[in-house]
């Protein structure tokens, strides 16, 4: 703890960096605007941290008070031109007419949003509600699309709803664990606590990853099997893994009968010798005797739960691997109680929550599907418009459709596009082919470079709402201290849509919540009173489960039975080759979180002042690599340059960095690759070529 005086106050509420959703108790001195954090200690009663932490947390008040945040509007008419500081009344009007301005040029459709993930739920629902009845069209889409959006699929297929099946205390219960394309110690530091507990309780852990990550063989924890699956082949793993457990007559037979329904079809399917571990072995890079035994290992449980990361989803196949991994779990009858389960370990703070709150362009809130009438009423009674019954456009659309000239105007709300999406050459190229960009940020960053507003961000310590948690867990955002830029962000979306013709007002976020609480079941039971009162909530929240619902899919699923779908293993196009033999997948480290633009403005920021390359001695001995040696890494759409780090983490023929930096830039390599069902981006494989260009 870096103490800076003695506190005069404090004020309990939620980390806004990864999807454990820690409780914080932020101790301040002064009042209004001269507040200042002293320190921020892990509040003991938190339900999804008990009083742990990680560093990010511990220093995240650094970036709301760093010098870098910009405080006023500004505007400009071109992105040559300098930026001019205006009144919040001439930039939200200078907004909404361009807004209008743009539409009247080229339709309804031209323009559209992007919520974000680190913003509360109450925020997210008015920018989805600003986009559906004042700009009238269903172009809104959040980061979980270069995320998690496979997740929402895949599980909404399986299962009937788009969430993890358990909470994080759930892990007290588990027997065996799963682990994959994750990597829990560095992106979910707490949680990952919680489950070296348990493991050096007698609990086997199977780590399907690429990399030899802490949980392989790190502090105090061994995994059972280490299974370094060859980026891309993730479906065939979890193809031979179902065929073993099936063909060896391992699956929860009665499980499967009452249960699920597709079992026929996929029976048949998955035991076909093609899915064997013996046929896959040379396609995956797993020996065929490990992936037997972990197979094995995974169905005598007797509790055994799965907890994956973005490894599963940044994949042409995202989608099908999520269900891949259901049927593992229907397969073993390893749902609807504690220490089982299917658990996607969510990146950010808010991205469970940004996707329940419908902004998705095919979703109202509630994960219902906008071609729905009945759905649709619901809203349009409420809100008085006509909502558009077909979905609108996804963000790697909205970038396609800028670059063809018929989408031509953005809001964009806490996301740095130009930095953290696909292929960063063409994202420019669409962000500087439209009329009108609009960005809401903390600072200046990447995407700011092309946009033409710049409205002032809050910090999390200036909010006042909810964040949803990797486990449903709905917690409460405190302001701390006032907003420092004049206006609260749900403010000012409601600004522009009265600006723009559709009035739209709000007292207060409690307001928000409750009109969310009486439109959407899974949260009918959610108020700010109830939630101050009880802590925190697992939605559903209603009468069923007044209290929440740590575990779901008890008895039956939210869809009836479960979905067990035959998991076509189709090998991603971007392959290694001649001219880029190597295979970079990415990744985070502990001290920082995604873009940095955050971490790197905090106290932990030297911790890891660059991304580097990590590259296997092999490979590196071939290209007469070292470690502090500059490389140029290039793939067919970019190059960038980076520090390279010779490590036998890495398995032969893969690289590794992280995208924490703008100046390393890794997604300038990343190609436009994209999960066939959602659209998420295919991070986890870009084949590439490194070579030294200045020795350390
Ligand atoms: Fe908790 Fe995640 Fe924040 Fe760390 S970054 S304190 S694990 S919510």
Redesign the pocket.
Known sequence: VVSLGMPTRSVVTT?A??????SFKAEVQGSGDDTRVVRMT?WKDGGA?EGH??V???F?YGYAAHTDRQMEPMVRDSIDDPWRVVSWDEAIERVASGFRAVQERHGVGAIGGISSSRCTNEEVYVVQKMVRAAFGNNNVDTCARVCHSPTGYGLNHAFGTSAGTQDFASVEQCDVMLVIGANPTDA????ASRMKRRIREGAKVIVADPRRIDLVRGPHVEATYHLPVRPGTNVALVNAMAHVIVTEGLHDAAFVASRTEGAEGYLEFIARPEHSPEATEAETGIPAADLRAAARLYAGGPNSAIYYGLGVTEHSQGSTMVMGMANLALLTGNLGREGVGVNPMRGQ?NVQGSCDMGSFPHELPGYRHVSRPEVRAIYESLWGVTIQPEPGLRIPNMFDSAIGGSFMGLYVQGEDIAQSDPDTHHVEAALRAMELVVVQDLFLNETARFAHVFLPGSSFLEKDGTFTNAERRINRVRPVMPSRVGKDEWQVACEIATAMGYPMSYEAPSQIMDEIAATTPTFAGVSFARLDAEGSMQWPVNDAAPHGTPTMHVGSFVRGLGQLTPTVYVPTTERANRRYPLVLTTGRILSQ?NVGAQTRRTPNSTWHPEDVLEIHPSDAEMRGVSSGDVVELSSRVGTTRLTALVSDRMPAGVVYTTFHHPVTGANVVTTENSDWATNCPEYKVTAVQVQVVTEA
């Open positions: 980390c960096y990864c999807g454990v959703g820690c892990p941290n932490s990680c990010k947390g511990r995240a979910h530091p707490v949680f703070n979180y």
